[in-house]
């Protein structure tokens, strides 16, 4: 007997207790600053130097470069691919990037589909992300260097 008023009063307990549940659409968490959420791609600062795709341990990033008309030395990027099915936000890939061009946002809101094919995500739509870190671009930015300029 003296067992179940126990387990009674735990139960009691918790009712007095903050509720922690958010109403998520709604309501959204503030992320910590060094939240790892989806990427954001700066083309313009891509050397096309390939190891983001060689460190990725789940081979979900794919790029494609081609000579440069100014500078034929020189590459510019052509298509930067990111399959999100099988990302698993490591940071391996923004670690290795000697140009800072590709960085980990605070976002993780906008990668929910009903649709897999929607997870493949193109140049154009990690360059659009236009949150990133835990401030927005029209707060004082990083300033983009000459391409190519070594971190």
């Known amino acids: 007997m003296f067992r179940l008023l126990k387990g009674f009063g735990v139960t009691l307990n918790y009712f007095r207790q903050k509720k ?10 503030a992320m910590p600053p060094r939240y790892r959420g989806i990427h954001r791609f700066f083309p ?5 130097c390939n190891l983001c795709v060689q460190v990725c341990p789940t ?13 034929p030395k020189k590459k510019v990027i052509e298509t930067y691919n990111i399959d999100f099915q099988g990302c698993i936000l ?14 980990m946002t ?6 929910s589909s ?3 094919a929607e997870h493949f995500k193109d140049i154009k739509w990690l360059s659009d992300n236009h949150i990133y870190g835990n401030y927005e671009e029209s707060d004082p930015a990083p ?9």
């Open 143 to 151: 300033e983009a260097g000459e391409r190519g300029e070594v971190k």
């Open 20 to 29: 922690v549940t958010i109403q998520y659409p709604e309501e959204r968490v």
């Open 90 to 103: 490591c940071d391996f890939c923004t670690e290795v990037c000697p140009t800072d061009a590709i960085v």
């Open 59 to 71: 081979d979900v990033i794919t790029l494609t470069g081609k000579k440069s008309e100014e500078n």
């Open 106 to 111: 605070a976002r993780y809101n906008n990668l």
């Open 114 to 116: 009903f649709n897999r």
């Open 44 to 48: 313009d600062k891509c050397i096309v």
